[in-house]
């Protein structure tokens, strides 16, 4: 990012009906470095949205902003989770996450990891109950 390129978007393929109405979990490390070096940028370079959209990015909602005041200043990546939850990806709706950086100042790199974007799973059935073999048989 610099200025001539003051924003700019990593947006995830849609999921499709994927969100079954739980909470949606997301995290992915970051790291944000002075452009081609490997030194921390100082505060004032911008900010990124985590944002998510429930109909393939026709609208999207900001569900965190890493800035200033929560930025974690590394040259190393730092691990980010935020839970959306289970009311605002209802159940059968589409999922998409996008990271909209925006510039301040500065001429730096954005580095996103390991994104992972995680609900939780419907109850597994219950165990099937045999009635045959008895139990205890043997020379079956």
């Not at 490390?29 to 959209?53: H, R, V």
Request: with cysteine; net charge negative; hydrophobic share 35%.
């Amino acid at each position: 990012m610099y200025s001539f390129s003051t924003t700019g978007t990593l947006v995830s393929p849609n999921q499709v009906a994927a969100s079954n109405g739980t909470d949606l979990t997301v995290s992915f490390d970051y790291k944000i470095e002075n452009w081609n070096t490997n030194t921390a940028a100082s505060p004032g370079w911008g900010n990124i949205q985590a944002q998510y959209s429930t109909n393939d990015g026709g609208a999207w909602t900001t569900f965190f902003t890493i800035n200033d005041g929560n930025h974690v200043e590394a040259n190393t990546c730092a691990n980010f989770s935020n839970v959306i939850p289970a009311a605002s990806v209802p159940n059968g709706s589409d999922v998409r996450i996008r990271f909209l950086f925006t510039w301040v100042a500065g001429d730096y790199d954005i580095y996103i990891d390991n994104v992972s974007a995680t609900q939780v799973t419907a109850l597994p059935p219950a165990c099937t109950v045999l009635s045959s073999p008895a139990n205890g048989a043997t020379n079956i």
